[in-house]
């Protein structure tokens, strides 16, 4: 079984639609990442966590929300989707600082 | 604000061929630098280094980094199609965010 798995993996939405995607992993990793990819662009931080009762807003937060439920499980959710957001989410987790990330297969989200 | 730059964005190589690729930052304050390599999927880690002037080696891969001059390269020699992916430089800096360069396309045509 995967390690970060994410779950849709492709959602097709409209635009002003509510949307959440979900996170969970099983390596018992307390910190977790939020980012987005564009066509011929790196990975962009949405958001990340470092434990349940830690939120850190990354580079490109604004239009988008988290939710640290538990350890394992960490949600992202558009409130009012709009066509620029359409784009290939990751979710990502590592055990400490400066470590290696792990990352979950990615949603591929498209926003009409 | 940091800065990771990859170069060259793409490039076509045939297999056998030896490919090098280049990461510069411009940083405050350096912890790591990390490759990937991304094929139409998840990334996958290859290595993390630390230290100026060390060789990470895995099998045709190789890494090292340049501390003083601010940059790491990654090679793959004999190239295979399997190499064929973007290839993604990041780096923790000033605090716990990994920062990515925009990657390199490597295509290698049999």
């Known amino acids: 079984d995967a390690d970060v798995t994410q779950t849709p993996r492709n959602r097709i939405t409209k635009t002003g639609k509510r949307i959440m995607l979900e996170c969970s992993q099983t390596k018992g990793h307390d910190r977790m990442y939020w980012y987005r990819q564009d066509p011929g662009l790196g990975l962009q931080l949405i958001y990340y966590?470092?434990?349940?009762?830690?939120?850190n807003k990354g580079e490109i937060s604004d239009g988008y929300s988290v939710s640290r439920q538990a350890q394992a499980k960490f949600s992202l959710s558009l409130e009012s989707a709009i066509p620029n957001q359409t784009a290939l989410y990751f979710c990502a987790t590592s055990d400490s600082n400066y470590n290696e990330q792990f990352f979950g297969p990615g949603t591929r989200l498209t926003v009409l | 604000e940091d800065k990771v730059v990859q170069s060259p964005l793409s490039l076509v190589v045939h297999e056998g061929d030896t490919v090098t690729l280049n990461c510069s930052y411009e940083?405050?304050?350096?912890?790591?630098l990390l490759w990937y390599k991304q094929e139409k999927k998840a990334p996958t880690f290859l290595f993390m280094l630390?230290?100026?002037?060390i060789e990470k080696k895995s099998g045709r891969l190789s890494s090292i980094l340049d501390k003083k001059e601010l940059f790491s390269i990654l090679n793959i020699t004999a190239t295979q199609t399997g190499d064929s992916a973007v290839y993604l430089c990041?780096?923790?800096?000033?605090?716990?965010?990994?920062?990515f360069g925009a990657g390199t396309t490597v295509t290698v045509r049999a």
């Open positions: 990041a780096g923790y800096f000033n605090d716990y965010k990994l920062s």
């Open positions: 940083v405050t304050n350096f912890r790591s």
């Open positions: 966590s470092f434990d349940v009762k830690d939120i």
């Open positions: 630390t230290s100026s002037g």
